[in-house]
């Protein structure tokens, strides 16, 4: 309706602010239908062309997260810039997204967990979908009760999926961590091979962080929701991560991403624990445009994220308008608490 209106253009002034740093996990295939509870997680290369192609011919600059830093320090007035940043170190980052960035010359981010290099860490949000599609039925003690759902058709996986995700994401990741392994191991799913399909080897990480346009980052040692853990255990996730990317690919790491990255997996506390680990900036999946106010807040950046169920230019236009984050925040800019 934005784009139709043209709301999208006049608000462009007060909603827009300096700049955007865009969120992107994987960059596949055709668009995912039937039961795909992940999916908003998935663009297709060809909306990434498509994207990379409306922000240049708006006149929109894409740059790297150290120069969207530094404009964010030192504005330029009237010039509109792009980050593009990739979270976790998927195999279709390279694969599929890289040519189509290359084409364009767009540099980009790619926050890396060391754990899924190793095959270590749990892409626990995947296990918990195939189990579900390859279970029949649910039946799973939970320490506050039973969950139990049918899930024959891809209208109850879905529905199943939704409840259950939800139900985890409140509660303590220990617990998250075990009901997803009960269910994984009932469908006969190994995580291990799960994360080797899907996630960049070192071998391939170490490829990649010397080429040019291209920033490394780190994205903790195993992905917890640093906010649901004591300080020790998220200074370490941090600190650790840091080094260990370092002395996997002999480059400074200066960024970081908070894994979800939403309010309830990163506040404060770990605000002050990436900026005390000596990381220049870091970013949430707060959604929101960066203004003026964020050169003071290097640590809570907020981020806009390419929806795999939204591939449309009317949607990439309301998304880089500002608008929709500028209403939802009623006008406050900073997201920080
Ligand atoms: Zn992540």
């Known amino acids: 309706m934005m784009a139709a209106t043209g709301a999208d253009r006049w608000s462009s002034s007060f909603a827009q602010g300096a700049g955007v740093i865009l969120t992107l996990h994987h960059v596949r295939g055709a668009e995912t239908r039937g039961f795909a509870p992940n999916a908003v997680l998935d663009i297709t290369p060809d909306f990434l062309d498509r994207v990379l192609r409306l922000i240049q011919a708006e006149g929109y600059d894409i740059v790297s997260l150290q120069e969207a830093l530094a404009r964010l320090r030192n504005p330029k007035p009237g010039r509109f810039f792009v980050a593009l940043t990739f979270d976790d170190g998927y195999r279709d980052n390279v ?11 767009a540099p980009w981010t790619l926050f890396v967990t060391p754990g899924f290099a190793d095959r270590t860490a749990r892409l626990w949000w995947v296990e918990l979908e195939e189990a579900i599609r390859a279970l029949r039925r649910i039946d799973l003690a939970l320490p506050d009760g039973r969950f139990t759902a049918r899930t024959e058709t891809d209208a109850e996986k879905r529905r199943a999926f939704g409840k259950l995700y939800w139900r985890l994401r409140r509660g303590p990741e220990a617990i998250l961590l075990s009901a997803i392994s009960t269910l994984a191991a009932e469908a006969g799913i190994d995580p291990a091979a799960l994360v080797a399909r899907e996630c960049l080897p070192w071998e391939t990480l170490r490829a990649l962080s010397g080429a040019p346009g291209i920033t490394i980052g780190a994205h903790t040692l195993t992905h917890p ?99 929709p984050f500028w209403l939802r925040s009623r006008g406050r800019t900073l997201d920080i608490g």
């Open 225 to 323: 929701m640093l906010a649901k853990h004591d300080a020790d255990v998220a200074r370490r996730e941090i600190v650790e991560s840091r080094q260990r990317l370092e002395a996997e690919l002999g480059l400074p790491v200066r960024h970081f991403a908070y894994p979800v990255g939403d309010p309830g997996s990163a506040g404060p506390r770990d605000f002050a624990l990436v900026a005390e680990a000596g990381f220049e900036s870091a970013v949430t999946t707060r959604p929101g445009h960066l203004m003026p106010e964020h050169a003071g807040h290097l640590h809570a950046l907020p981020r806009v994220s390419l929806n795999g169920l939204h591939q449309n230019e009317a949607a990439l236009r309301a998304l880089l308008s500002g608008l």
């Open 95 to 105: 694969e599929e997204a890289w040519p189509v960035l290359a084409k364009h010359e």
